[in-house]
């Protein structure tokens, strides 16, 4: 006989997801509805040494129960494939076994090709290793779920202008369909998914199973102030302001409006403000409750960077959700870490 507080407790979170359901993309009737994730185990050395790994089984469940429904899985795949670009198979063992949990936790999961800087580096082995890749992954996951998405590359810039992306992206795209030729796959501008670069992205017509993604780290200053990896490392103490909010609104209603002229479904990849700068959390908070909460009133999906590593939302070494910024992006976290596990 289930207790009244398990009564109360499902009921309540029926009534949380009601209340923050947001509208099917348009163009994505046919597509998984992917509504709220995370990056996850792009800088885990489970890739080097599954034994040192600091991502475990049970943080799919922990991310399911914390209120996502998909993760990203940020793949540096160029680093294990050797001169003539087969891909190692213990690293493709790790990545059935993080497919399978992942979707066994009852999470969408999107292969994101992360290897954006050295696909800047040399635009020529970047097309020869993609090509690789995806000719290694796309049969290997023909008969996974539809929960199972494919991100051709993260963030194409510098060399990668739109002109050379577009015509990479449709080769590409041609690779993945002769083993998924429905499956969805997620494609983005260029100048590191930029929504700016929208409008010259270009997508063949009659495939409608692809799923539009950009990045969004604006006001760059107020979100990488400290950053070592950006031009920002000097910086400090810039403050998220109501103008900054206002902005994101007016920046994603340009999103909403080619979303809405292409037909095409949106999901926001990346999000966030970094940790180690010196940013006050409450800052932190209110620009990653602002984002996610802009993204939701448009219907786009979004993916919070990132799990762990930087900017985190799970502290590994407490062995725990970083409390403030789990319940930036998912308002109902507080909740949903005090419930009794519902499955
Ligand atoms: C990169 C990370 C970086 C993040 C925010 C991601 O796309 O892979 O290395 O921390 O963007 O700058």
Not at 149 to 166: K, R, S
């Amino acid at each position: 006989m289930p207790s009244l507080t398990r009564i109360l407790s499902a009921l309540m979170l029926l009534f949380v997801a009601a209340c923050t359901s947001v509208p099917a993309p348009a163009g994505g009737q046919s597509q998984p509805q992917l509504r709220r994730g995370i990056n996850v185990l792009g800088y885990d050395p489970i890739w080097e040494d599954p034994a040192k790994g600091r991502f475990q089984e049970k943080h799919f469940g922990e991310i399911r129960r914390g209120g996502f429904d998909f993760v990203r899985v940020n793949l540096h795949a160029f680093k294990h494939m050797d001169a003539s670009g087969h891909i190692s198979p213990a690293w493709l063992d790790r990545l059935d076994w993080i497919v399978e949990n992942a979707t066994e936790a009852g999470l969408s999961v999107i292969l994101d090709e992360h290897d954006f800087n050295a696909c800047a580096e040399d635009v020529a082995a970047c097309r020869t290793k993609l090509t690789a890749f995806w000719s290694q992954v796309a049969p290997r996951y023909r008969n996974a779920p539809r929960s199972v998405l494919f991100e051709l590359l993260n963030e194409p810039h510098g060399p990668l202008d739109a002109p050379t992306w577009n015509a990479m992206l449709v080769d590409l795209l041609a690779v993945v369909r002769e083993t998924n030729p429905t499956r969805t796959v997620v494609i983005g501008p260029t100048r590191w998914n930029n929504f700016a670069e929208l409008p010259t992205l270009r997508l063949p017509e009659d495939d409608r199973n692809i799923l539009v993604t950009f990045h969004y780290y604006d006001p760059f200053k107020f979100t990488h102030q400290g950053a070592s990896w950006t031009d920002m490392e000097d910086v400090s103490g810039i403050p998220f302001t109501d103008a900054d909010r206002a902005q994101i609104g007016r920046d994603f209603d340009k999103v909403a409006e080619w979303a809405r002229a292409n037909n095409r479904p949106i999901l926001l990849g990346e999000f966030g403000a970094y940790d180690k700068g010196g940013t006050p959390t409450d800052m932190r908070v209110a620009y990653t409750n602002a984002v996610a909460r802009e993204a939701e009133a448009r219907g786009f999906a979004w993916a919070y960077w990132q799990f762990d590593s930087d900017f985190i939302a799970w502290d590994m070494e407490k062995d725990g959700w970083v409390e403030p910024i789990h319940e930036a992006p998912i308002p109902e976290a507080r909740y949903l870490r005090g419930a009794s596990p519902i499955r």
